[in-house]
Nanobody
């Protein structure tokens, strides 16, 4: 059984930091790219970042570039998202997703597995 479990969400003040974690089991981790997506109330899904396990390339949405980072160090089958300088507009449910790593950039259309999501709330 494939499982994707996110953790680390919560409530933080503007300018604060949170570290999300995504642990993947039931698949060969290196065959998948891991994407972080978010969805705010009343808005569409937005891709935040992507980690390609095959070549180690990490990409970020312009809205989070310079503030969010996927650390290089991580536990086995786990990807983190370090979120710094958080803003109220970062408030959303954050989802981790796994898709075949022969697609670059973690396109949502090819995601095979989604996590249940973790709530991030940034207060002003």
């Amino acid at each position: 059984e494939v499982q994707i479990v996110e953790s680390g969400g919560g409530l933080v003040q503007t300018g604060g930091s949170l570290r999300l974690s995504c642990t993947v089991s039931g698949v060969t981790f290196d065959d998948y790219s891991i994407g972080w997506f978010r969805q705010a109330p009343g808005k569409g899904r937005e891709k935040v970042s992507c980690f390609s396990t095959g070549d180690g390339i990490k990409t970020y949405a312009d809205s989070v570039k310079g503030r969010f980072v996927i650390p290089s160090e991580h536990a086995k089958n786990t990807v983190h998202l370090q979120m710094n300088s958080l803003k109220p507009e970062d408030t959303a449910i954050y989802y981790c997703a796994a898709g075949p790593n022969y697609y670059t950039g973690c396109p949502a259309e090819v995601v095979e597995y989604w996590g249940q999501g973790t709530q991030v709330t940034v207060s002003s």
